[in-house]
């Protein structure tokens, strides 16, 4: 970085900075004399924001020298002996770029953020601890033993980071440890264990009981079964059917009806989820008679909640005749976690599957319970104390845990105990898989390796060059006895315990199917017409699942752009259902003016989520009103069992939209009886005018998609001035590319991939590689990713043939 360059991006950090500082917790603030500091505090951060045209550094344990080549994207390509020996260089690189990032998620794992930002985060922590997360880390360390290959990559990635932190200098410490005056601390190999609890936790957090409790208590328990369905009423699975177009359900649907009169409502109540059709994944593969090369394609974009810098970090490894991987991984995973290799490629989308069970229990004290009750016999309750300090290790609280045999014990507001068994407590991450499946020769040898994945559980997408195309929803999925688990169970009876597990045979999939495509977006798995056990229930609206497999339905050459359009692809299968519905209703409810206009609005919209369109507001607007207006029974009143129930989700209003007459649709305070169209028309009018107040006149800018849906991508403290707001991007609550109010989620990576002679992929991800605020990789793939657009990914093989590099550097082993 030039003096002036340095000079800029430094004034700009502090004025950042200190507009942060002005917003932050008292006792949070760093002494501002060294921070200021000009040759050690924050103006070294923009000093050393860029990465030095040649570098040198040692790694113990180093089997032989690692040779590293950045290229113009800021991505390293590692080119090692041996396959420990890239991945301790994959630990450096990552640290080098992202050392904040990785000690802040495995502490959110381990539940010690405490000791790094203070007493702020001590619920975080609790609620990690009491999950058990970091126990069952614990335990997954020692069932790992000494000598296992997931043993060796764990401790070979740590040497790699606590290399670059033990010759870390002063100047080069992160812009967040400056602001929080400490230094980072030693990485542990346990520390891959706790982020891939945290990512487990994420990606498999449920509390389906508690909903569907909570629901009965409103409109009993036949309703609540309708509002969190065991079988999706619209079928769009990712194991092809053969029906080749959707399945809708026909099912009766329960009115709502009197309260259940035993309503368990158990601890807390209901948290609101996030939006059920904003979270996700997507992914597809076409085989070679639907591609226009006649090669395979695959595509995969996941959705998490995006970040600066951003979740994923991207590198290519190299082992002669061993290794060859290129991909992202998640710093602290001493892997690549999806990508490519010369044979094939993969990328994964998240089975939503109800893999946490609760039981109630009996226990001997209703305040400090020392034992449980069990087939007639009292056992005892095993017990971990937490210790929770803060930066200084003063000792912020004391937790006192229990387990039963099932998992971690916890006491809820109504005073009973509740049990909860959780798959990612019980499996380790299978890092060894991971690091296998990355050698295989073809896609059966991948997802042979792969099937020792267990948690969370992931729609496995792999395309090989000789165009086979495969996707299988993979992990631990428990058998019940009881045949559901969105009930609360007995807990004094083990009649009620899982009794083992799926069999890979038993788990949805397809291998080159007959329709030439597989697609997952979190749909239901499997059609319970052809496959009935329970797998989960609640499942989110299939509108992504509906609208990618219309796309390559109708697609019978894909190109590579087309898979790359696919991916912010304006349209919604949602609005396809539900505006001619809401234009029914208008010409059926007649005779307001208000209605007509808000109908002729509605009608102009050519159903695209574009940044320039100026009537998808309207349709967004009146869905949310629909859903506020059809759901008043979920209201309740705040009070005792009349706790509110999130809203379910879309694809059930969409279900009685073919049932006018349902009392759903009726407002219990009103004396009057509503059907269908009456709510549609009342929710259209309600959009209108709720529009109308908030971005002035229809024909002005102030409805124009780009100016009212934005997406924020914040810093991971949210530090202000470090993160990317008001970005406007193509996409609806309800397409393939999501963008909901508040906009901080969305695809997290973009990848497509073309396995034909040779390996050809392209990709990006919202962010830069480097963590440095100061730097110019820090934001520079955000432009592509707006765009959606997708650059390059180059994969030399070696180092020769990197061509002109942006950065090199050389690891020796350490004396």
Do not use: C
Request: proline share 8%.
């Amino acid at each position: 970085m030039t003096p002036a360059r340095a000079g800029t991006a430094a004034a700009a950090l502090v004025l950042g900075v200190l507009g942060g500082l002005s917003l932050a917790a008292p006792g949070s603030l760093p002494r501002l004399g060294p921070f200021l500091d000009p040759a050690h505090g924050v103006f070294a951060v923009a000093r050393t924001a860029e990465l030095p045209a040649h570098a040198l550094a040692d790694i113990p344990h180093l089997g032989a020298p690692v040779e590293v080549r950045y290229d113009a994207r800021g991505v390293p390509h590692i080119f090692a002996a041996g396959e420990l020996d890239a991945i301790r260089a994959l630990g450096y690189v990552v640290a080098r770029d992202r050392l904040f990032q990785l000690e802040l998620q495995a502490r959110a794992g381990a539940g010690t953020l405490t000791e790094l930002v203070g007493a702020r985060a001590l619920p975080l922590d609790q609620e990690t601890r009491a999950l058990g997360l970091p126990d069952a880390a614990e335990r997954s360390l020692a069932a790992l033993g000494d000598t296992t290959r997931g043993r060796r990559l764990i401790e070979a990635y740590a040497d790699g980071v606590n290399a670059w932190i033990d010759q870390l200098a002063r100047a080069q410490l992160p812009l967040e440890y400056r602001l929080l005056g400490r230094r980072p601390a030693r990485w542990a190999p346990e520390n891959a264990l706790h982020l891939f609890n945290r990512m487990g936790w994420v990606l498999t957090q449920s509390d389906l009981e508690r909903r569907k409790a909570a629901a009965a208590a409103l409109v009993g328990p036949a309703a609540a079964d309708f509002l969190y369905p065991v079988e999706s009423p619209l079928q769009e699975p990712i194991q092809p059917s053969g029906l080749g177009a959707p399945r809708a359900g026909t099912e009766p649907v329960p009115e709502p009806g009197p309260p259940a009169p035993d309503t368990v409502l158990a601890m807390e109540p209901a948290g609101a989820p996030a939006s059920d059709h904003a979270l996700g994944s997507n992914n597809w593969a076409v085989g070679p008679r639907r591609s226009a090369t006649g090669h395979a394609l695959l595509a995969g974009d996941p959705h998490l909640e995006l970040t600066l810098p951003s979740i994923w970090y991207e590198a290519h490894l190299v082992v002669p005749d061993s290794l060859d991987v290129h991909g992202v991984t998640i710093p602290g995973a001493p892997a690549i976690v999806i990508g490519f290799t010369r044979q094939l490629a993969w990328t994964f989308t998240n089975v939503e599957a109800d893999l946490q069970d609760r039981w109630l229990e009996v226990v001997d004290d209703a305040t400090r319970p020392a034992r449980y009750r069990l087939d007639g016999t009292w056992r005892p309750l095993r017990t971990r104390v937490e210790t929770y300090r803060g930066p200084g290790g003063a000792v912020l609280a004391v937790d006192t845990l229990r387990f039963t045999h099932r998992g971690p014990l916890t006491r809820g507001a109504d005073g009973r105990w509740v049990s909860l068994r959780w798959t990612v407590l019980e499996a380790a991450p299978a890092l060894d898989a991971l690091a296998a499946a990355a050698r295989a020769a073809d896609a059966r040898a991948w997802l042979a390796t792969m099937r020792a994945w267990a948690a969370p559980p992931q729609n496995l997408l792999v395309a090989d060059r000789a165009g086979h195309i495969a996707l299988r929803s993979t992990g631990r999925f428990p058998r019940r006895p009881t045949a559901r688990g969105d009930h609360y169970l007995r807990g004094d009876t083990s009649a009620t315990d899982w009794a083992g597990d799926w069999t890979v045979a038993e788990m949805p999939q397809a291998q080159d199917p007959p329709q030439g495509f597989v697609a997952s977006a979190n749909q239901q798995p499997v059609d319970p017409a052809e496959f009935p056990r329970y797998l989960g229930a609640g499942w989110l609206s299939p509108w992504r699942a509906l609208r990618i497999n219309a796309l390559l339905r109708s697609h019978d050459t894909v190109t590579v752009d087309d898979m790359r359009r696919f991916q912010t692809d304006p349209r919604s299968a949602a609005a396809e259902r539900f505006v001619p519905a809401f234009l029914a209703a208008a010409a059926a409810r007649a005779g307001s003016d208000t209605l007509a206009r808000a109908a002729a609005l509605l009608a102009e919209w050519n159903g695209e989520f574009t940044v320039d369109n100026r009537r998808a507001v309207l349709f967004e607007a009146a869905v949310d009103a629909l859903q506020e207006r059809l759901w008043d029974e979920l209201a309740g009143d705040g009070t005792g069992s009349r706790r509110a129930v999130p809203r379910p989700a879309l694809v059930l209003a969409w279900r009685l939209l073919a049932v006018p007459a349902s009392k759903w649709w009726d407002h219990p305070s009103t004396s009057r009886v509503e059907d269908r169209d009456d709510v549609l028309a009342e929710a259209l009018v309600a959009a209108y005018h709720a529009v109308r107040e908030r971005h002035g006149d229809p024909a002005g800018d102030g409805w124009r998609w780009g100016a009212v849906r934005t997406v924020s991508i914040p810093h991971l403290l949210h530090l202000p001035g470090f993160g990317a707001g008001g970005l406007a991007v193509q996409g609806g609550s309800t397409t393939l590319n999501p963008v909901t109010a508040g906009g901080g989620f969305g695809a997290s990576w973009r990848m497509v991939v073309e396995l034909g002679d040779s390996v050809r992929a392209w990709g990006t991800y919202p962010g830069g590689q480097s963590g440095n605020p100061a730097s110019r990789r820090y934001l520079d793939r955000l432009p592509l990713w707006v765009e959606g657009d997708l650059a390059p990914l180059t994969s030399p093989g070696t180092v020769g043939a990197v061509g002109e590099s942006s950065a090199a550097l050389t690891l020796r082993p350490a004396p």
